[in-house]
């Protein structure tokens, strides 16, 4: 059984699926993609995921794509030390949970991660190569197209946050619901998962907002203390390593 994983560093999609591969000691080829770059539109790899967007997982030759799907076929095929209940109504409820969390904090994440760390690279080209670059994009032209080269108004901004804030609310009525530490109470699951990468992003940006709301502090400790934690968040992928102007902002 041999995987390869298209990924980037310091993409939060990316991260959900190195942290399952990891949690199963499943050993994995990484090929570590440049975004900034565009080495996702290529046309090879858009052969792989037509969507031009990381990750991807080749399994001995079987593509799988999108994040919240990969997670789930590596726990099928690797059922050791589940991140998915038994009962099917909890089983439901993760996935319920999973959907929230790519409707609300995935996509809200993406308007301060653009903002405070991408778009000094985006103003750098000129105004054609940005709108060319932009409509290349199968998933995301119209975003960048909105985000263009002045970056999202203050609104767009506003609106972000506010919508990160209430995942943290929904995460502490979750957590005081099952009893903690996790989502769904005494086990992880992939819920916690999916939401783990926008939760770290936003630290790493300077900008948690979660400090009077004590079970979610302790379910944040309680991610970066798991052992699959450091081996996924190797060196560059916090976007504070990559980036210099973002350091003295973020947060340790
Ligand atoms: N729903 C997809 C979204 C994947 C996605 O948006 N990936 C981002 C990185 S986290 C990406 O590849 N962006 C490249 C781009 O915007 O061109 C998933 O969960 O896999």
Known sequence: M??????????TCSQRVRFVLNTKSLPFDEVK????EGDQLKPEY?????????????????????????TEYLDEISPDGSFTPEDPVMRAHMRTLMHFIDEMPAPAVRVPTFNLAFLPSFQKMSREDFVAMAESKPLRREFMLTMGQ???????????????????????AEIEHSGGPWLLGKGITLADVAVMPSMVRIHDLGMPDWQDLPRVAT???????HPAF?????HGSLLSERFPHLREKASV
């Open 219 to 225: 379910w944040f400790d309680s991610i970066r203390a």
């Open 46 to 70: 858009l052969k792989l995921n037509p969507n031009g967007v990381v990750p991807t997982l080749d399994h001995d030759g079987a593509i799988i794509i999108d994040s919240t799907v990969i």
């Open 2 to 11: 041999t995987f390869r994983l298209y990924n980037a560093p310091q993409s």
């Open 150 to 172: 002045t970056g999202f108004p203050k609104a767009d901004m506003d609106a972000a946050l506010a919508r990160l804030r209430r995942t943290y609310e929904r995460m502490d």
């Open 230 to 234: 450091k081996p996924t968040f190797y």
């Open 33 to 36: 993609l440049n975004l900034l």
